[in-house]
């Protein structure tokens, strides 16, 4: 079997109203997903999306000739692309959809098949008041979510523990609440200064207090003392990080220094799918949790779900989830059928071969970028 072809499609779906995120300062009217494409001279196409993949054109001959089952070949490969300034993991997920395609199984089971399905978590994505938030938490719980993550804004601090508190209070104990610092990575012209460690003591503190299940990306990546220091200081919460963090010898640094509770590392944006797995199975070996991020749109919420199911990861998953700014019909536009959770509030690997995902093709044409 060889690749013949790489097609990518540039797909734009403009939101109305636009989404608030807590990430980013200017409300997104847009919302932009590369559909990824890769063709074989034995009829079978592998798809996959995540990041941009832009400039993939100066590497696309790397691949072109090549046998698709090769994986670890085009991992390495990808590595050298990506070190030149892309980021290909995309690329990597469409040929996992081959092999999946090819041997008859659904990836997780290629990946260990320690799980048919994860409990998640309903990542919410806007900064809302304390009674809004509240009303969307108990939405969540009645769709059938078990717990959920709120994001607080770094200028906003006390509305976003008083946030927090109000969830807690009207939801009770038995509903597992993450919170979200945002503080490891910056969208594009966001040159603020991060919160520094005295600040974000005193945060993570508060939050411990509310018996959070974890507070995420607290202080910038390169703090590893930081990172230690919050650890040391609350023992009853957990320290996740680690989205963006696409170096292995950093994130085996990490894992030797102890850094972390929880690694996050996203298999379309940061580490790729091969990669993941490895790493998940070595912190698990240290009794470290493997829950990776998973906002872009459904095809990379399944990849994701299929590397950490695979592995045993967990024990929650990253669902995106805030209506109605953001809902799974709006981040699946480009499919069948939007990814949802069952009524168990878990998200279920797909019992087909390859990732699962079948592309809604009147939507490709109907929202591709000309």
Avoid: C
């Amino acid at each position: 079997m060889k690749i013949t072809e790489i097609t990518l499609d540039r797909l734009r779906l403009r939101l109305d109203p636009p989404l608030r995120a807590a990430w980013d300062p200017d409300p997104r009217g847009q919302f932009d997903a590369t559909i990824v494409r890769v063709h074989t001279d034995e009829g079978i196409t592998g798809i996959g999306s995540g990041d941009t993949m832009d400039g993939f054109a100066a590497f696309e001959d790397l691949f072109l000739g090549e046998d698709p089952l090769d994986i670890v070949r085009h991992v390495k490969a990808i590595e050298t692309a990506n070190f030149h300034g892309g980021s290909y993991w995309p690329l990597e997920v469409a040929l996992w959809d081959i092999i999946g395609k090819v041997a008859g199984l659904p990836i997780a089971t290629l990946f260990g098949n320690a799980a048919r399905a994860v409990p998640a978590y309903a990542s919410f994505a806007e900064l809302k008041s304390p009674e809004e938030r509240v009303e969307t938490a108990v939405r969540a719980r009645a769709a059938g979510f078990r717990a959920a993550k709120i994001r607080i804004d770094r200028d906003r601090v006390s509305e976003g523990i008083a946030t927090v508190a109000a969830v807690r209070d009207s939801l009770g104990g038995d509903f597992e609440i993450m919170v979200d610092l945002n503080q490891s990575w910056r969208m594009a012209g966001d040159t603020a200064n991060p919160s520094d460690l005295v600040k974000t003591r005193k945060i993570v503190r508060a939050l411990a207090e509310l018996d959070v299940f974890w507070v995420e990306e607290p202080l910038p990546y390169n703090d590893i003392e930081g990172f230690r220091t919050l650890r040391a200081d609350n023992p009853g919460v957990r320290i996740a990080a680690g989205e963006m963090l696409d170096s292995v010898p950093e994130l085996l640094r990490y894992l030797e220094r102890d850094v972390l509770d929880v690694y996050q590392m996203d298999v379309v944006l940061a580490l790729g799918m091969h990669r993941s797995r490895t790493f998940a199975e070595l912190a698990q070996l240290k009794h470290r949790q493997f829950t990776p991020h998973s906002w872009t749109n459904g095809i990379g919420v399944l990849a994701n779900l299929h590397v950490s199911a695979g592995v045993g990861g967990g024990p929650y998953f990253e669902f995106p989830y805030d209506p109605p700014g953001w809902t799974p019909e709006r981040r699946d536009f480009m499919l069948r059928e939007p990814v949802m959770i069952n009524a168990k509030g878990e998200l279920e690997v797909p019992r087909v071969p390859g990732l699962g995902a079948e592309l809604d093709e009147d939507a490709v044409e109907r929202w591709r970028i000309r």
